[in-house]
């Protein structure tokens, strides 16, 4: 019955790879993010998507690509990864796109690029 | 820009001690204020919100937080914590009218038996 389900939990690769991770919900929200959590806890947006469609795209190097097929699901696929993109990538869901909603976060996704 | 600062990055407490977490934010415009705890290794869950309306919210384990608009604050307060309160703490605030969060750094609650 999880709300927000990510895979993989661990993620172990090498610099250089391409790599995806896939994030469902299931609590009927159209609205989707990705956060990157670093080593110091530092929590910060990426990408959200609404209904599918791109709706925040921060500073976020071009290897990085979002893709929601549905509004239940938001994959993010990292092309060349680096060793600085070694973090905690959550996701997130709301239903529509205030402020004053609650988000919804999955488990996390520990990406280790060594 | 709007910012969210929390200044202590890790408090620790004995069991059944008061504790205050701190959450400033600078903002010209008005918020939502949230404060999420990360238990280990899982994702942020809400703890409470202020929207509008009174300034003293609750959340179902004894939490409170005020929002003081004058000081631009929003203290994460519990009379007497838990082991199991242990956590990672972030304060987050998101502007009205927009839909996007900015989260503080994380205080860290260690409570000591």
């Known amino acids: 019955d999880t709300a927000v389900s990510q895979t993989p939990k661990y993620l172990v690769t090498q610099m250089g790879n391409d790599k995806s991770i896939k994030c469902e919900q299931n609590?009927?929200?159209?609205?989707m993010y990705w956060y990157k959590q670093d080593s110091k806890k530092f929590l910060k947006i990426m990408f959200s998507?609404?209904?599918?469609?791109?709706?925040i795209n921060e500073t976020v190097p071009n290897r990085f690509s979002p893709k929601s097929p549905d509004k239940a699901h938001l994959n993010l696929h990292i092309n060349s990864l680096e060793l600085g993109d070694s973090a905690v990538y959550f996701c997130?869901?709301?239903?529509?796109?205030?402020?004053?909603?609650?988000?919804?976060f999955g488990p996390g996704t520990r990406l280790t690029v060594l | 820009a709007q910012s969210v600062t929390q200044l202590d990055s890790q408090v620790p407490v004995f069991e059944e001690a008061p504790v205050e977490l701190r959450c400033n934010y600078s903002s010209s415009v008005s918020v939502y204020l949230f404060w999420y705890v990360q238990y280990p290794n899982q994702g942020l869950q809400l703890l409470l919100k202020?929207?509008?309306?009174?300034?003293l919210v609750e959340s179902i384990n004894g939490f409170e937080a005020e929002f003081n608009k004058s000081q631009t604050s929003f203290h994460l307060r519990k009379p007497s914590v838990h082991i199991s309160d242990t956590a990672e703490y972030f304060c987050a605030v998101a502007l009205s009218g927009t839909y996007k969060y900015i989260f503080g750094t994380g205080t860290r609650l260690k409570v000591l038996a």
């Open positions: 998507y609404n209904n599918k469609e791109l709706i």
């Open positions: 609590l009927g929200h159209d609205t």
């Open positions: 202020y929207l509008s309306g009174s300034t």
């Open positions: 997130a869901s709301s239903q529509g796109t205030s402020g004053a909603n609650e988000q919804f």
